[in-house]
């Protein structure tokens, strides 16, 4: 039971790239997110999905877009790399309840 | 929109104090209240509240939460110089599965 797993653990971009972030969870949840974490920022949520195939914004999805196809896998993808997208990314998954939220090891990405 | 926010910012106290660390939110249709622990990495879960005035503990931490001044406080007594951490505090509501998280409190524990 590998829990919440993100790859890559590191990434630098520059301007104007795409890229994937991947996320898998093993633990046949429901509920995913992706938050990005900057200093004294707090966690934001950028995208979230309550199923296969039903996705929703968060408070900061510009930039970003997620698709559900699976239970397991909710890939966060940056359409065109910005700098202000500087930040550490944490996927997230849990069941009905919010107390069983789990968090990936985090994606430190960096765009120059 | 919902709204979480913590205070103090920062704190940083000698090993063996007793800390209190706040969080206020503005939420429509509460749930619940969590608070979570950030050391290097990925947050890791502390506690969930949903009922006012019952203290949940573990160890030396504990929390409560007041839904009528829509606050909720953890307490870290003896503290420890493994206590040093980011505390986030979040919410979350019926309604929409979201997790509104609060810019967090980084505590530190000076040996």
């Known amino acids: 039971n590998a829990g919440v797993t993100q790859t890559p653990k590191f990434q630098v971009l520059k301007t104007g790239q795409s890229m994937t972030l991947q996320c898998a969870q093993d633990?046949?949840?429901?509920?995913m997110s992706w938050y990005r974490q900057d200093p004294g920022m707090g966690l934001r949520l950028i995208h979230y999905?309550?199923?296969?195939?039903?996705?929703d914004q968060g408070e900061v999805p510009n930039g970003y877009n997620v698709s559900r196809s699976t239970t397991e896998d909710f890939p966060l993808r940056l359409l065109s790399a910005a700098p202000s997208q500087t930040s550490v990314y944490f996927c997230?998954?849990?069941?009905?309840?919010?107390?069983?939220?789990?968090f990936g090891p985090g994606t430190r990405l960096t765009v120059l | 929109e919902d709204k979480v926010v913590q205070s103090p910012l920062s704190l940083v106290v000698h090993e063996g104090d007793t800390v209190t660390l706040n969080c206020s939110y503005e939420?429509?249709?509460?749930?619940?209240l969590l608070w979570y622990k950030q050391e290097k990495k990925a947050p890791t879960f502390l506690f969930m509240l949903?009922?006012?005035?019952i203290e949940k503990k573990s160890g030396r931490l504990s929390s409560i939460l007041d839904k009528k001044e829509l606050f909720s406080i953890l307490n870290i007594t003896a503290t420890q110089t493994g206590d040093s951490a980011i505390y986030l505090c979040?919410?979350?509501?019926?309604?929409?599965?979201?997790?509104?998280f609060g810019t967090g409190t980084r505590l530190t524990i000076i040996p």
């Open positions: 997230a998954s849990r069941d009905g309840s919010p107390d069983t939220q789990y």
């Open positions: 633990m046949n949840h429901e509920y």
């Open positions: 999905s309550v199923g296969a195939g039903i996705t």
């Open positions: 939420v429509t249709n509460f749930r619940s």
């Open positions: 949903t009922s006012s005035g």
């Open positions: 979040a919410d979350s509501n019926f309604g929409n599965e979201k997790l509104t």
